[in-house]
């Protein structure tokens, strides 16, 4: 019984990854850690892009799919040792312990284009498609300013995309 309390305290119900309290909590573990083991941490915050179309012009039903779907992907492209978790709505985040920033670009990259060829084959009228920010953590800054961080330009990368077929 409490097993199960603990991971429905810890794990986000619709999507089974970390939720933002349990993923907040583990930032802050793994911040410590980079900084005792000299090691780089990079940050990526994630946002779905066209989440309000999909609700809006099909159903909740099919916007809570393409959450569930992106969430799949972030977890079937990150290590045993990477965090991830969902801030919210349609906002993750990624924290790579050990790993630089040009190597979480090339993990985005490899994201980016799965995507593309899912969208390809897919039937849904709409596509799947992220807007990301990859930040490398400062050791000056707390967990909410890394995370700050990462979503400003997650903003910058997000701006003019189109994310849907016509």
């Known amino acids: 019984m409490n097993n199960k309390l603990v991971g429905k305290a810890s794990y986000d119900i619709m999507t089974g990854i970390f939720n933002r309290h349990t993923g907040m909590e583990k930032l802050e573990l ?60 349609d906002e993750f985040f990624m924290a790579f312990l050990g790993i630089d920033h040009s190597d979480v670009e090339k993990i985005f990259l490899r994201i980016t284009n799965y995507l593309e060829e899912y969208n390809k084959k897919s039937k849904k009228p709409y596509d799947l498609k992220i807007s990301y920010g990859i930040i490398d953590y400062d050791s000056n800054k707390t967990v909410d300013e890394f995370i700050f961080s990462a979503d400003e330009k997650m903003y910058r990368h997000k701006s003019g995309k189109k994310a849907f077929r016509n």
């Open 30 to 89: 793994i911040t410590e850690k980079s900084k005792f083991e000299n090691k780089s941490l990079t940050g990526c915050f994630i946002d779905v892009d066209g989440l309000k179309f999909v609700n809006g012009n099909f159903s909740h039903n099919d916007g809570d799919d393409l959450i569930k779907k992106i969430a799949s992907v972030l977890k079937n492209f990150s290590r045993d040792e990477d965090l991830l978790f969902r801030l919210g709505g």
